[in-house]
């Protein structure tokens, strides 16, 4: 786990790097996300890894506050992506960091469309929602058992 850890750390700092430009253009498969979360909010997704009960990996209960329901959200996006046949995990697309805008660009097929506007939307709702440290690395067994449907 500490070596997972340290990965994603690895490539978020990488990510950061390069994503904070003006301008900059970006295919690298998993790592898009991070780069759109870094570009428009200045955070590192490590800082959402942990977050509430929806940001991170797997999801249940009720949303903490806003940030974990752009997360709940998010998660809803890919499920619809994944039901039309799109790879959440593994796709790669174009996108371009433009003062703090992400941009998707240069998109060749439906589920590159589909999963830089769900990253896209992800982020913009971020950058509006408040980071409540509190909810940094809130532990699963406070977030209930429920599982919310998305619409």
């Known amino acids: 786990m500490a ?11 990488v990510t950061a790097a390069v ?8 295919k690298r498969g998993l790592m898009e996300l991070a780069g759109m979360i870094k570009c428009s909010t200045h955070n590192s997704a490590l800082d959402y890894m942990l977050y509430g009960c929806y940001c991170g990996l797997g999801g249940q209960g ?8 752009c997360c709940f959200r998010h998660d809803c996006c890919y499920g ?5 046949g799109c790879k959440t995990k ?14 998707c660009e240069d998109l060749e097929d439906h589920c590159e469309e589909l999963l830089c506007e769900c990253d896209r939307d992800f982020v913009e ?4 929602a ?13 977030c209930g058992h429920d599982h ?3 619409n």
């Not at 070596?3 to 994603?8: G, K, N, S």
């Not at 009720?62 to 329901?69: L, S, V, Y």
């Not at 593994?90 to 941009?103: G, L, M, R, S, V």
């Not at 408040?130 to 406070?142: I, V």
């Open 3 to 13: 070596t997972l850890h340290r990965l994603l750390l690895l490539l978020s700092v």
């Open 19 to 26: 994503a904070t430009r003006k301008s900059l253009r970006v």
């Open 62 to 69: 009720m949303p903490k506050d806003q940030t974990d329901r």
């Open 80 to 84: 619809e992506a994944e039901d039309k």
């Open 90 to 103: 593994t796709a790669q697309y174009h996108w371009k960091c433009d003062d703090e805008i992400p941009e």
């Open 125 to 128: 709702c971020l950058k509006r």
């Open 130 to 142: 408040r980071f409540d440290l509190s909810y940094k690395f809130w532990p699963n067994f406070m």
């Open 148 to 150: 919310l449907t998305c």
